[in-house]
């Protein structure tokens, strides 16, 4: 048991390690050379829990890790993770000491970054560097050719800069249409000249995330940021058909009953009254609210749950702290209720919840928040519990 962390509500989230496993050793069969696959763990791994997946992610064949920023990358150190870390936003210049001397990788995308980290840098150790440029994300990145000049020189006069690697991100790659990602993929292939000419050599080229590296595996260089496909998810609609491999769900979300009453007509459910019985029936009450990351979006939306392996809608205003759904007949209180999930032949999937509240599915786990314990499941049994309330 690595971490039991003990909770005492009756909603939790299962999150399947072994899918998550399953997801990247499929992922990596795809690719025709050796590929070197780096795992998407930033915001508690889109929810699933970071060092968990993490752990797991790096067992499954990963070599690298990448997070969004410093927090969470000395979190993965703090849990005792050695496997190299990238930082994907920007890390404050004047605390890159603290993440030479954990050994974490950043990203430079501005000269001006280099300039002033460069004069706060007092390490002994040296800092592995990954030069973002922007080939028309438009989010963060060298744009233009004479930046990418004046930081890569900056780099190569300071012995304690390790140029590591060099990337891109696409703004289009999950889209049928392919004009704009071909413009930036072009854009890339620059870039790549330019070092070319300038006698810079580096370890890693990357510029694929899922959808990139499902649908175009020759096209990602020496590496691969896996995020969503490596959670069982696609990163859209759009290209689910053309997914090369059977992804698996490793998200769930269940609740226990705790209450139910049978209603009358013209009985009412929740804040507002909005929800009136019409005839007799059978109402639950279970423990997940708004502050859960469950928003009220969920009953205007038609949402439901599963009970007893069959629908039961969300009826009345969800809470903060509990909602109510409508039972196809009387069940004990301590049911399971899975909000996402299966029970027996009913399946409620992450892509369903992501339709319902007319957005996409790396926000539903994402949502689910801190308050909801992780449990991490290896093959059947519990292998650890995080409780963010109780850290
Ligand atoms: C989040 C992120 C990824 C992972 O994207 P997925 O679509 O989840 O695979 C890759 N690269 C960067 C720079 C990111 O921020």
Request: charged letters at 25%.
């Given at each position: 048991m690595e971490v039991q962390q003990q909770f005492f509500r009756d909603t939790w989230v299962e999150v399947n390690l072994d899918h998550i496993e399953e997801n990247i050793k499929q992922i990596k069969g795809i690719f025709k050379q050796e590929m070197n696959i780096m795992a998407v763990v930033k915001a508690n791994a889109y929810g699933h829990g970071a060092v968990e997946v993490a752990k797991r992610a790096i067992r499954a064949g990963a070599r690298y890790l990448a997070v969004s920023f410093l927090d969470e990358a000395l979190q993965l150190r703090q849990a005792g993770?050695?496997?190299?870390?990238?930082?994907?936003?920007?890390?404050?210049?004047?605390?890159?000491?603290?993440?030479?001397?954990h050994q974490i990788a950043v990203t430079v995308y501005q000269e001006e970054w280099l300039l002033e980290a460069k004069q706060h840098y007092t390490a002994d150790q040296s800092l592995r560097l990954h030069v973002k440029f922007d080939t028309g994300m438009g989010r963060i990145g060298i744009t233009n050719k004479e930046n990418g000049k004046a930081v890569i020189t900056l780099i190569q006069s300071c012995e304690m800069f390790e140029l590591e690697g060099v990337f891109t991100h696409f703004a289009t790659a999950d889209d049928t249409d392919l004009d704009y990602f071909n413009k930036?993929?072009?854009?890339?292939?620059?870039?790549?000249?330019?070092?070319?000419?300038?006698?810079?050599?580096?370890?890693?080229?990357?510029?694929?995330?899922?959808?990139?590296?499902?649908?175009?595996?020759?096209?990602?260089?020496?590496?691969?940021?896996?995020?969503?496909?490596?959670?069982?998810?696609?990163?859209?609609?759009?290209?689910?058909?053309?997914?090369?491999?059977?992804?698996?769900?490793?998200?769930?979300?269940?609740?226990?009953?705790?209450?139910?009453?049978?209603?009358?007509?013209?009985?009412?459910?929740?804040?507002?009254?909005t929800y009136v019985a019409a005839e007799k029936q059978w109402i639950a009450t279970i423990p997940i609210g708004y502050a859960d990351g469950w928003f009220r979006y969920h009953s205007s939306q038609g949402g439901y749950v599963l009970?007893?392996?069959?629908?039961?809608?969300?009826?009345?205003?969800?809470?903060?702290?509990?909602?109510?759904?409508?039972?196809?007949?009387?069940?004990?209180?301590?049911?399971?209720?899975?909000?996402?999930?299966?029970?027996?032949?009913?399946?409620?999937?992450?892509?369903?919840?992501?339709?319902?509240?007319?957005?996409?599915?790396?926000?539903?786990?994402?949502?689910?928040?801190?308050?909801?314990?992780?449990?991490?499941?290896?093959?059947?049994?519990?292998?650890?519990?995080?409780?963010?309330?109780?850290?």
């Open positions: 993770i050695v496997s190299p870390i990238l930082v994907f936003g920007r890390v404050r210049p004047h605390d890159v000491n603290l993440a030479a001397a930036q993929y072009s854009r890339f292939l620059d870039v790549l000249a330019w070092l070319e000419d300038w006698g810079v050599s580096v370890k890693f080229i990357h510029c694929g995330n899922s959808a990139t590296g499902l649908r175009f595996p020759d096209k990602v260089f020496n590496m691969v940021r896996l995020g969503i496909a490596m959670y069982g998810l696609s990163p859209s609609e759009e290209i689910k058909e053309e997914i090369p491999v059977n992804l698996k769900e490793a998200f769930s979300l269940h609740s226990r009953i705790i209450q139910v009453k049978e209603i009358h007509p013209g009985d009412a459910i929740s804040y507002g009254a009970v007893d392996g069959k629908r039961a809608p969300i009826v009345g205003r969800v809470c903060m702290d509990q909602c109510m759904v409508r039972l196809p007949y009387e069940v004990e209180v301590g049911t399971v209720a899975t909000l996402i999930g299966s029970q027996q032949d009913e399946r409620i999937t992450v892509d369903q919840v992501a339709k319902r509240l007319e957005t996409i599915n790396y926000e539903i786990p994402c949502m689910i928040g801190s308050r909801v314990p992780r449990i991490f499941i290896e093959e059947q049994k519990i292998i650890a519990i995080r409780n963010g309330i109780r850290l």
